[in-house]
């Protein structure tokens, strides 16, 4: 069975950071791209990032671009989401996600999820 296991989230105060997890497994973990998906408390989706299976390049959204950092360890089959300066706009339930396809900011199209990990972003 294919699964995708994010852990990390928490209670955090705006400007703190956290660092999100996600183990994988019941795939060829190195045939896909991986993202980096939240979903909002009005449950609007957004992918802030993806992790190519080629070299590990990365794409952000705007709206994390410069806080967040998302990276991949194929030994371990793990992908990473190092989340610096946050906002309490970053509230959300973080989703990893892989798609054999290229990288997409379309979250429709992952065709593997996980269950989520909440992030809270609060004084």
């Known amino acids: 069975d294919v699964q995708l296991q994010a852990s990390g989230g928490g209670l955090v105060q705006p400007g703190g950071y956290l660092k999100l997890s996600c183990a994988a497994s019941?795939?060829?973990?190195?045939?896909?791209?991986l993202g980096w998906i939240r979903q909002y408390a009005d449950k609007r989706l957004e992918v802030v990032s993806c992790?190519?299976?080629?070299?590990?390049?990365?794409n952000y959204a705007d709206s994390v671009k410069g806080r967040f950092t998302a990276s991949r360890d194929n030994t371990k089959n793990t992908l990473y989401l190092q989340m610096n300066s946050l906002k309490p706009e970053d509230t959300a339930v973080y989703f990893c996600?892989?798609?054999?396809?290229?990288?997409?900011?379309?979250?429709?199209?992952?065709?593997?999820w996980g269950q989520g990990t909440q992030v809270t972003v609060s004084s």
């Open positions: 019941g795939f060829r973990f190195v045939d896909f791209d």
């Open positions: 996600a892989a798609r054999y396809g290229v990288f997409t900011f379309r979250p429709v199209q992952y065709d593997y």
């Open positions: 992790v190519r299976k080629q070299n590990g390049g990365t």
